[in-house]
């Protein structure tokens, strides 16, 4: 027996299935493999070979060209047709070239003769798994990247929206019911196609209700159809936007604004997953995932007897809560980017770029708006610039506005000081203060540690400088 490969280090060894149907050739292969610490399992046929395939997962097939049953060729292009990455060492009979090049042709990784070598058997099995599992942590890996860091068009290296990456990604697979909370503007209908597109029902219909938008009458008749005569304008049978989305997502932006008979009807259809057509009797059955956005206080609602609290904790089965913009200034820079190359594709434009001054009045300016309001400032920069750089003068008079409070600490135009150097300094470390704690969520410690100073030291120039300290709740995930 060969001494272990150099080639099957721990992380190389996986598992083997040997389809063969040769008594003596499998347990030789068993034996091999099995001291060279590989998982072994093995057939006679080429059924039972594909029982064993359908029952779990394997790292490298070795199969016979001659099976009792079908033809190992014949059985290789079915296992291709389910799965292409799966290397295949076909085992043929010595000097047959013929079956050698047609096992290739067929998809077969690659072929080994009997009789073989068991160290350079050892080796190619130890390189094709090797292979095999950096070509699967290259795919993760990739699938990682573009989930942390572009979802559809959702944009951000922040730690908070880092964070709702990492929550977009374990939950679109499921079919939990999420409520999407932040400010208008924030991006709340992003972030639900952006769970629609990467959960199993990306292939099927994302339908977007705007609830706040409509009557009571019109919405209900949207959302679950009519029977013809159910009203004086049914001249007809028309299907609600439910029956639409069966196996699809269905989106409700501001779920706040429903009524509450409205509201009734909802938890039905998502406790029951069926509803009935307006002026009908018959029971449609649907499947539909829910996502719903507020840029208001549910709880606060239901508190007030506006929202009914059953069909709040309905909804709120996970929770994500969406920064404004002004708790997540480093991502500006990068927001703007994108819309730059957006905004100048679209009109044909040579790229743009804010220059230091017009960049550091964005990242001053706490964009109430969120970033449909910095996205309306950048398309409005790409039009009116007549150069590359884009200057102050060409961003909005709010955005302007709200940079000039910083001057009013400085020299006035006739010379004379508004403050005195002391009272400069201190605005300013005032200011650098409570922009970190507004990023830290209030947490003192966290910004005691960016700052890497004590957080005695923290502590006192906050009381010094007569800072206040306000602690954000988190949203809940669950």
């Known amino acids: 027996m060969p001494e272990p490969s150099a080639e099957l280090s721990p992380e190389t060894r996986g598992s083997v299935l040997v389809i063969d149907d040769e008594p003596e050739l499998r347990e030789s292969l068993e034996t091999l493999l099995r001291m060279e610490g590989f998982e072994v399992s093995s057939a006679a046929t080429a059924e039972a070979g594909l029982a064993r395939l359908s029952k779990k997962p394997f790292d490298l097939l070795l199969l016979d060209v001659a099976l009792p049953d079908r033809s190992g060729l014949d059985l290789l292009r079915e296992i291709r047709a389910n799965d292409a990455a799966l290397p295949v060492l076909m085992i043929t009979a010595y000097g047959s070239v013929e079956n050698a090049v047609d096992a290739m042709r067929n998809g077969a990784t690659n072929y080994i003769t009997k009789p073989w070598d068991n160290e350079r058997l050892l080796a190619e099995i130890g390189s094709l798994i090797h292979g095999r599992r950096l070509a699967e942590e290259n795919r993760e ?94 001249v007809s049978s028309k299907k609600g936007l439910f029956e639409v989305a069966d196996r699809g997502t269905i989106f409700f932006d501001e ?153 009013r600490f400085f020299p006035a135009p006739n010379g004379q000081t508004q403050a005195s150097l002391f009272e400069i300094l201190d605005e300013c470390e005032r200011r650098i203060i409570s922009d970190m704690l507004e990023r830290t969520r209030g947490n003192q410690t966290d910004a005691a540690e960016r700052f890497q100073v004590p957080l005695s030291t923290l502590n006192q120039k906050i009381k010094r400088l007569n800072i206040e300290v306000k602690k954000k709740r988190e949203g809940n995930s669950h």
């Open 255 to 407: 779920i706040g604004t429903v009524g509450l008979e409205t509201q009734t009807k909802l938890l039905r259809v998502i406790q029951e997953r069926e509803f009935m057509h307006l002026g009908g009797t018959d029971t449609i059955k649907v499947d539909v995932r829910i996502l719903a956005a507020t840029n208001s206080d549910l709880l606060r609602h239901v508190q007030e007897g506006k929202f009914r609290e059953d069909l709040y904790y309905r909804l709120n089965v996970i929770a994500i809560h969406l920064p404004p913009l002004r708790e997540r200034k480093e991502d500006i820079p990068l927001l703007v980017e994108h819309f730059f190359q957006k905004y100048c594709a679209e009109n044909s434009k040579p790229p743009r770029r804010f220059s230091p001054e017009a960049m550091q009045l964005l990242l001053d300016y706490d964009w109430p708006g969120n970033v449909r309001e910095l996205e309306n400032t950048v398309e409005r920069a790409v039009i009116l610039a007549p150069a590359a750089d884009v200057g102050p003068d060409l961003l909005p008079e709010n955005v302007l506005r709200e940079g000039k409070k910083y001057w």
């Open 141 to 234: 890996l990739k699938r990682t990247l573009k989930q942390r860091y572009s979802f559809s068009q959702i944009i951000g290296k922040s730690e908070p929206m880092l964070k709702i990456f990492d929550l977009i990604a374990q939950v679109a697979p499921s079919r939990a019911t999420i409520l999407i909370q932040g400010e208008s503007g924030t991006g709340k209908e992003l972030i639900a196609k952006a769970i629609h597109a990467n959960s199993p029902r990306a292939e099927q219909l994302f339908v977007p209700v705007n609830t706040g938008s409509m009557p009571v009458d019109l919405l209900e008749s949207t959302l679950f159809g009519h029977v013809r005569g159910a009203f004086t304008s049914a």
